[in-house]
């Protein structure tokens, strides 16, 4: 069956009848709601209109119509209805006109729909949603934007002011500016947010006037953090979120950016007085605040560093000045590295704890550190002072007065300490040089300590910073070893009898300290025992040589003063010394050297120890307080002292020079392994960039002097490991 054509006019009439209806359910008038058959007549008369054969397709002319009824609409309702309302009123009319509109886009386009579908779709038109919206934008919103903008703004500055407002209307209202740009927000922020950042300024600009002149910065940061909070509860309660950062960016300048040098440099409540004063809370307050500012806290950063520079610098000076004036001079340097890891323990809790971990005050503390922990103090250098710190802690009687844990936990801050040392290999000398009188002459407290502070070492530093170290823990405990099967092989050997009590220490040559090894002319109850040992060490190897180390020796001998027997407790040499006096019993200084063997340096050591010192055993004529080449000596029969059991002590010796040559004699290998690495992977290099790279790679170790490089490129130069550049003299080449 032909179905009926429906007239253009005809079926408009009956389309007016529904949207009619549905303005009158917009209006809030008594009606009665949509029908599904109701629904489905309108949908079907906009069909069957498109679908009819031409002429009679009106889909054109309907979608002409579609865009008229919404400004019929808007013009004799919702803009009248509008423009008798102002302020509040006229926002709350505004939300309740947007929401009604998009209720009628939402029905007329299903009404419609058949247009989106199939016409609109074919001549690319917009579609019936986004034409419903427009006419909205372009009667309503383009009208009414300057006014609800106006409206708002009031409403936030009397927020602002402390005053109660209807948040939800303003979060509905700025929905429109979002929803009107269909899916841009060009709307939104040209219309409305352009302008209430525009307001925001001068609006916190007085208020901070205000403030700088009464408050104490303390107050003025804690208004400061309320006011940046508000705006961003403010965002989540109605505006739209991309306003945040620009809001928060706006408040942050005019309350803290403008008036940062106020804040920064206030006498009494400024930053430099906060660190001053330890207020670690109000720090805390100042970071927070200022850490979302770009470069913010780069200002902040820098008192850090120089106030801990200028605390750190006190405690050297105060250091340094009881050093020039000897009082205490050693106690001080020791209380020194105290002070400075109690220093790094609270700056380091400050950073951590109040300073939101951040990297610029990371980099402020060790740059701190850097500058006066690499001071020296009565000559020593911080290498030397942090080495002997440890020696003190870890020798017995040194950390008695600590527990384990303390114990563990203040080596654990020195290998931090260590880390702002320039000059790790000079305190890797010192510290091996010190380790090694703990071990030889059993001074060592505990063994787990000293493993665990080269665990610790080898941590900071690299495994090659304690190779030495680690083998000479090793060593010792073979060392054990072998004086146990030595105590085997003299109690299985009758013939091999030492003929005194004997304990010797093998060590292994390039992983201890180089040490003075004499031609000394032992006594002959002393060779007896070096050839004793001698036969068993050869029943165990015969590929190793012994270099015997008697200035490391140490002897128990039996003094016998009249009536009275004394045990002494000497070195080797002071020993071989004594043995002299047996037989005659005085001896001249000449008749002393050529029976011992020994250079002059060493002989009046030995002489001034046993003559001139606390204990004295020989007598020397004549009574004079130094030694010299014409004096004699005699056993001093008469000596006594109430102990029975006494050490005598050499004149110590300062071994900083020779640890001083031996580093720097390394730095020369170092500095030569470091150019002819480069260059071997680099082949070809200027001057400048070979310098730099030598630095980058030896300054994990030490701080390298230019000069010095410069001087090993020369040296390899004539040793055919580099040559110039024909053309160019500042460009080397690697020799293969």
């Known amino acids: 069956m032909e179905r009926k054509t429906i007239d253009l006019d005809q079926g408009w009439d009956y389309m007016q009848k529904g949207i009619m209806k549905l303005k009158r359910i917009l209006e809030g008038l008594p009606e009665t709601p949509f029908s599904s058959e109701e629904y489905m007549m309108l949908y079907t008369t906009i069909y069957n209109m498109c679908t009819q054969k031409p002429p009679h397709d009106y889909s054109q002319q309907l979608y002409d119509k579609y865009k008229e009824a919404f400004e019929e609409y808007i013009t004799s309702t919702v803009l009248p209805s509008l423009r008798e309302k102002h302020d509040e009123f006229m926002l709350r009319e505004l939300v309740k006109r947007w929401a009604n509109h998009k209720v009628m886009v939402r029905w007329l386009s299903h009404f419609f729909h058949y247009l989106d579908r199939y016409f609109i779709a074919r001549r690319s038109l917009p579609p019936l949603n986004e034409v419903g919206l427009t006419c909205f934008r372009d009667l309503v919103y383009i009208e009414l934007k300057d006014n609800a903008k106006d409206a708002i703004i009031t409403l936030i500055d009397k927020?602002?002011?402390?005053?109660?407002?209807?948040?939800?209307?303003?979060?509905?209202?700025?929905?429109?500016?979002?929803?009107?740009?269909?899916?841009?927000?060009?709307?939104?922020?040209?219309?409305?947010?352009?302008?209430?950042?525009?307001?925001?300024?001068?609006?916190?600009?007085?208020?901070?006037?205000?403030?700088?002149?009464?408050?104490?910065?303390?107050?003025?940061?804690?208004?400061?953090?309320?006011?940046?909070?508000?705006?961003?509860?403010?965002?989540?309660?109605?505006?739209?979120?991309?306003?945040?950062?620009?809001?928060?960016?706006?408040?942050?300048?005019?309350?803290?950016?403008?008036?940062?040098?106020?804040?920064?440099?206030?006498?009494?409540?400024?930053?430099?007085?906060?660190?001053?004063?330890?207020?670690?809370?109000?720090?805390?307050?100042?970071?927070?605040?200022?850490?979302?500012?770009?470069?913010?806290?780069?200002?902040?950063?820098?008192?850090?560093?120089?106030?801990?520079?200028?605390?750190?610098?006190?405690?050297?000076?105060?250091?340094?000045?009881?050093?020039?004036?000897?009082?205490?001079?050693?106690?001080?340097?020791?209380?020194?590295?105290?002070?400075?890891?109690?220093?790094?323990?609270?700056?380091?809790?400050?950073?951590?704890?109040?300073?939101?971990?951040?990297?610029?005050?990371?980099?402020?503390?060790?740059?701190?550190?850097?500058?006066?922990?690499?001071?020296?103090?009565?000559?020593?250098?911080?290498?030397?002072?942090?080495?002997?710190?440890?020696?003190?802690?870890?020798?017995?009687?040194?950390?008695?007065?600590?527990?384990?844990?303390?114990?563990?936990?203040?080596?654990?801050?020195?290998?931090?300490?260590?880390?702002?040392?320039?000059?790790?290999?000079?305190?890797?000398?010192?510290?091996?040089?010190?380790?090694?009188?703990?071990?030889?002459?059993?001074?060592?407290?505990?063994?787990?300590?000293?493993?665990?502070?080269?665990?610790?070492?080898?941590?900071?530093?690299?495994?090659?910073?304690?190779?030495?170290?680690?083998?000479?823990?090793?060593?010792l405990t073979l060392a054990r070893e072998n004086q146990t099967s030595f105590v085997e092989y003299l109690s299985n050997n009758s013939n091999a009898n030492p003929g005194i009590d004997l304990s010797v220490t093998v060590l292994t040559t390039g992983f201890w300290p180089s040490y003075k090894s004499s031609d000394l002319n032992l006594p002959l109850e002393m060779v007896k025992c070096v050839e004793v040992f001698k036969g068993f060490y050869e029943t165990k190897t015969k590929h190793r040589k012994l270099t015997w180390i008697y200035s490391l020796g140490q002897c128990n001998v039996n003094g016998k003063f009249g009536q009275k027997t004394i045990e002494l407790i000497v070195s080797t040499y002071q020993a071989a010394t004594l043995l002299l006096f047996n037989s005659p019993d005085r001896l001249s200084y000449s008749e002393v050297m050529s029976q011992l063997n020994l250079t002059h340096d060493d002989l009046v050591r030995l002489l001034h120890s046993l003559s001139c010192a606390k204990y004295k055993i020989l007598i020397k004529e004549p009574n004079t307080k130094t030694i010299s080449q014409n004096d004699y000596f005699e056993f001093n029969s008469k000596f006594s002292d109430r102990m029975r059991r006494i050490k005598i002590p050499l004149p110590p010796v300062d071994e900083r020079k020779k640890i001083v040559e031996d580093v720097d004699k390394d730095r020369r290998y170092a500095i030569d392994a470091a150019i002819v690495r480069i260059m071997k992977s680099r082949k070809v290099l200027d001057r400048q960039q070979l310098v730099s790279e030598c630095v980058e790679q030896l300054s994990r170790m030490f701080k390298p002097d230019i000069k010095a490089i410069k001087k090993r490129m020369e040296d390899l130069i004539s040793r055919d490991y580099l040559e110039r550049d024909k053309e160019n003299p500042n460009t080397f080449r690697y020799l293969a």
């Not at 965002?235 to 809001?247: A, E, F, G, T």
């Open 159 to 475: 927020e602002r002011e402390g005053e109660q407002i209807d948040r939800s209307l303003l979060k509905n209202v700025l929905d429109i500016y979002v929803e009107i740009g269909m899916g841009q927000m060009d709307n939104y922020e040209q219309d409305f947010e352009a302008h209430l950042l525009r307001e925001t300024g001068p609006y916190y600009s007085r208020k901070a006037s205000n403030w700088i002149q009464e408050d104490t910065c303390l107050d003025y940061m804690l208004k400061s953090k309320e006011c940046v909070e508000k705006e961003r509860d403010r965002v989540s309660h109605y505006l739209h979120s991309s306003s945040k950062p620009k809001l928060v960016e706006k408040v942050q300048r005019e309350l803290l950016v403008v008036f940062v040098t106020e804040l920064f440099e206030n006498e009494n409540s400024g930053c430099r007085a906060l660190l001053k004063d330890d207020k670690v809370e109000d720090l805390s307050l100042w970071c927070r605040l200022y850490h979302e500012i770009p470069n913010g806290l780069k200002p902040v950063a820098n008192v850090f560093k120089q106030h801990i520079t200028a605390e750190g610098t006190v405690l050297v000076q105060q250091a340094e000045d009881a050093a020039m004036n000897h009082a205490g001079h050693a106690v001080q340097e020791q209380v020194l590295i105290r002070k400075i890891i109690e220093l790094h323990d609270k700056y380091t809790e400050y950073v951590t704890n109040y300073f939101l971990n951040h990297t610029l005050f990371h980099k402020a503390l060790k740059e701190a550190f850097d500058i006066f922990c690499n001071k020296t103090v009565g000559g020593s250098s911080s290498s030397e002072l942090l080495a002997t710190f440890c020696d003190n802690i870890l020798k017995k009687g040194g950390g008695d007065k600590m527990g384990d844990e303390a114990i563990e936990e203040t080596l654990e801050k020195v290998v931090k300490l260590l880390a702002y040392i320039s000059d790790k290999d000079l305190f890797a000398e010192f510290y091996r040089k010190k380790l090694a009188r703990r071990l030889l002459f059993d001074r060592s407290a505990n063994d787990d300590h000293e493993r665990s502070i080269l665990t610790k070492l080898k941590q900071q530093c690299g495994g090659q910073f304690t190779v030495k170290m680690e083998r000479m823990v090793t060593d």
